[in-house]
């Protein structure tokens, strides 16, 4: 496994806070073992390239990115179905 310097710096800064040790989630293509989706299955001979690390403090995890990943974007703090309501019409209304 080889980690960039962005991923090294970033495990250390965990550890320090107090987050060493929690599992991993690894971000990868799905269509290889590899973080190279052109190494179809599950291929001999190869590294795998963290690019970069984030930390899941509530959930208790850290996510290892490898490869060229995009993540799903996060949720906001308050649920937007909190401001959707039906009047005394039947219309719903903060759509």
């Known amino acids: 496994m080889a980690f960039s310097d962005q991923a090294r ?3 250390k800064r965990f550890a320090a ?3 060493a040790g929690l599992p991993v989630c ?3 293509t799905q269509y290889s073992l ?3 989706p052109k190494l179809m299955g599950a291929p001999t001979g190869w590294t795998l390239n963290i690019r970069d690390v984030t930390l899941s403090a ?3 995890f850290v996510v290892a ?3 060229n990943m995009m993540l799903m974007p996060g949720l906001p703090s308050t649920p937007r ?3 959707i309501d039906v009047d ?3 219309n719903i209304t903060g759509v």
């Open 58 to 60: 509530g959930a208790g």
């Open 9 to 11: 710096a970033k495990l």
């Open 26 to 28: 690894i971000a990868k």
């Open 65 to 67: 990115v490898a490869g």
């Open 17 to 19: 806070w107090g987050f």
């Open 81 to 83: 179905a909190l401001s």
């Open 34 to 36: 590899t973080d190279d």
């Open 88 to 90: 005394e019409d039947g």
